[in-house]
Nanobody, 115 residues
Framework: QVQLVESGGGLVQPGGSLRLSCAAS????????MGWYRQAPGKQRELVAD???????NYADSVQGRFTISRDNAKNMVYLQMNSLKPEDTAVYYC?????????WGQGTQVTVSS
């Protein structure tokens, strides 16, 4: 059974940092493209960042230079380091894994940026 479990969300002040983690099980993480998506209230889910099996990364313009995605295949973990957080980063963040025709989602973790 495939599971992606996010952790690390919470309440942070503007300008602060958070590190999200995604623990994967039931898949060979190394062959998957892994990504972080987010969905704010009333908005569509959007890609925040992803990282291929080769380590190539891609970021949304809105987070470029502030967020960093990384992976540790040996530990079956994916991370999203979020710095200089803004109120508009408030959303539920989801871990995603995709390979060929397969796609898996985590249950999401809430990130709230507010003073």
């Amino acid at each position: 059974q495939v599971q992606l479990v996010e952790s690390g969300g919470g309440l942070v002040q503007p300008g602060g940092s958070l590190r999200l983690s995604c623990a994967a099980s039931g898949i060979i993480l190394s062959i998957y493209t892994m990504g972080w998506y987010r969905q704010a209230p009333g908005k569509q889910r959007e890609l925040v960042a992803d990282i291929t099996s080769f380590g190539s990364t891609n970021y949304a313009d809105s987070v470029q230079g502030r967020f960093t995605i990384s992976r540790d295949n040996a530990k079956n973990m994916v991370y999203l380091q979020m710095n200089s957080l803004k109120p508009e980063d408030t959303a539920v963040y989801y871990c995603n894994g995709r390979f060929v025709g397969m796609e898996h989602w985590g249950q999401g973790t809430q990130v709230t940026v507010s003073s």
